[in-house]
């Protein structure tokens, strides 16, 4: 029963994660852009971080298949696929040279015929490292120091923020590298914590309050946050925390959203199909969309109430195609006997 109430609360945060993603990508006001870049995808390698069982693995090269067979496959099969959707519902001519060079760098945002997939290879340099390091220090709170300087490092000397340039988002995953590792460390303590002394309970919910506000101060006034941080963008070093404060003040909100919720088939299914989603709202959903509307002649706007229809249409669009994708060719996610591994 604890097993289905875990896989019910990560998928609904998966879910609530993968809407938040599509929202980022479609005409929604500047203003919610803004947010939900704040913590979207740190919310995700947190995620990822908490799925993480490092035991499972008795070594490298097993680790090494496993992330080979359900990130790299993804990578290689939804590019196709990315490419092909380019050409045909983009109706966009294939510069073969440039294609294959943005399939092999996985740059963060220059993957150009579906900007998002640079996060597979993302997370899978994310998962060897931590792996590595993990096996290395076997210290958590070591873990946790080499994390942040590793971020600190990314966003002060290599600006991974604005400007990443390491092939296979090698400086990107070095940002994200410690949101992973407080996902995997929630899920190694979260059960150890004795709720039953009262500075546990009071300092929890503190820290899980301030969060909650501080997140919901920069949804309802960007403009204040903004105005606080302004002075300290001068300095990398006060970028580097600030970057942190939203990030972690958006995973605590959507962690205890998520619990709150407890049960919801749609984020469920929605969770459940997050790779399928993340992979193909792009190159299928907004492209089909904005063909869609081309053909309508609607103009094209920046409105919170069409973007959520517009977030409606695109789960839609790609609900079929979930079900063929699951149904009939489950090898494009990595699973199944081809790779010499169960399902």
Same mark, same amino acid.
């Given at each position: 029963?604890?097993?289905?109430?875990?896989?019910?609360?990560?998928?609904?945060?998966?879910?609530?994660?993968?809407?938040?993603?599509?929202?980022?990508?479609?005409?929604?006001?500047?203003?919610?852009?803004?947010?939900?870049?704040?913590?979207?995808?740190?919310?995700?390698?947190?995620?990822?971080?908490?799925?993480?069982?490092?035991?499972?693995?008795?070594?490298?090269?097993?680790?090494?298949?496993?992330?080979?067979?359900?990130?790299?496959?993804?990578?290689?099969?939804?590019?196709?696929?990315?490419?092909?959707?380019?050409?045909?519902?983009?109706?966009?001519?294939?510069?073969?040279?440039?294609?294959?060079?943005? &399939?092999?760098?996985? +740059?963060?945002?220059?993957?150009?015929?579906? $900007?998002?997939?640079?996060?597979? @290879? !993302?997370? %899978? /340099?994310?998962?060897?490292?931590?792996?590595?390091?993990?096996?290395?220090?076997?210290?958590?709170?070591?873990?946790?120091?080499?994390?942040?300087?590793?971020?600190?490092?990314?966003?002060?000397?290599?600006?991974?923020?604005?400007?990443?340039?390491?092939?296979?988002?090698?400086?990107?995953?070095?940002?994200?590298?410690?949101?992973?590792?407080?996902?995997?460390? &929630?899920?190694?303590? +979260?059960?150890?914590?004795?709720?039953?002394? $009262?500075?546990?309970?009071?300092? @929890? !919910?503190? %820290? /899980?309050?301030?969060?909650?506000?501080?997140?919901?101060?920069?949804?309802?006034?960007?403009?204040?946050?903004?105005?606080?941080?302004?002075?300290?963008?001068?300095?990398?070093?006060?970028?580097?925390?600030?970057?942190?404060?939203?990030?972690?003040?958006?995973?605590?909100?959507?962690?205890?959203?998520?619990?709150?919720?407890?049960?919801?088939?749609?984020?469920?299914?929605?969770?459940?199909?997050?790779?399928?989603?993340?992979?193909?709202?792009?190159?299928?959903?907004?492209?089909?969309?904005?063909?869609?509307?081309?053909?309508?002649?609607?103009?094209?706007?920046?409105?919170?109430?069409?973007?959520?229809?517009?977030?409606?249409?695109?789960?839609?669009?790609?609900?079929?195609?979930?079900?063929?994708?699951?149904?009939?060719?489950?090898?494009?996610?990595?699973?199944?006997?081809?790779?010499?591994?169960?399902?």
């Amino acid at each position: 029963m604890q097993n289905k109430e875990y896989l019910n609360w990560i998928d609904i945060l998966k879910g609530l994660g993968i809407i938040l993603v599509i929202l980022g990508h479609i005409r929604l006001s500047p203003e919610l852009i803004s947010y939900i870049y704040l913590f979207h995808m740190p919310l995700f390698f947190f995620i990822s971080g908490y799925l993480m069982n490092i035991n499972k693995y008795d070594s490298f090269n097993q680790l090494l298949k496993k992330k080979t067979r359900t990130l790299l496959i993804p990578y290689f099969t939804f590019s196709v696929i990315s490419i092909i959707c380019y050409s045909v519902i983009g109706h966009k001519d294939i510069d073969v040279s440039a294609t294959i060079l943005s &399939f092999i760098e996985g +740059k963060r945002n220059e993957i150009y015929f579906n $900007v998002p997939l640079w996060f597979l @290879v !993302g997370l %899978f /340099v994310v998962e060897i490292m931590y792996y590595i390091q993990k096996k290395l220090l076997r210290n958590d709170i070591l873990l946790l120091i080499l994390a942040i300087f590793i971020n600190f490092i990314a966003v002060v000397f290599l600006n991974v923020i604005e400007t990443p340039n390491w092939i296979w988002s090698i400086d990107t995953a070095m940002y994200y590298l410690l949101y992973y590792q407080l996902g995997n460390l &929630f899920r190694i303590y +979260k059960d150890k914590i004795d709720f039953k002394k $009262v500075f546990n309970k009071v300092a @929890v !919910g503190i %820290f /899980v309050f301030l969060c909650i506000s501080f997140n919901l101060l920069s949804l309802i006034s960007p403009d204040l946050i903004n105005y606080v941080y302004n002075s300290l963008n001068a300095n990398s070093g006060f970028l580097f925390i600030r970057l942190i404060i939203y990030a972690i003040s958006g995973i605590v909100t959507y962690v205890c959203l998520a619990m709150y919720i407890k049960k919801s088939t749609t984020l469920e299914y929605i969770g459940k199909n997050s790779l399928i989603i993340f992979a193909l709202h792009w190159p299928i959903g907004i492209w089909a969309l904005d063909m869609l509307k081309v053909q309508l002649q609607i103009q094209i706007v920046h409105s919170n109430v069409l973007a959520i229809i517009e977030l409606i249409i695109i789960l839609l669009i790609l609900k079929p195609i979930i079900k063929i994708i699951n149904k009939n060719f489950p090898i494009i996610l990595g699973r199944g006997d081809f790779f010499g591994t169960p399902k």
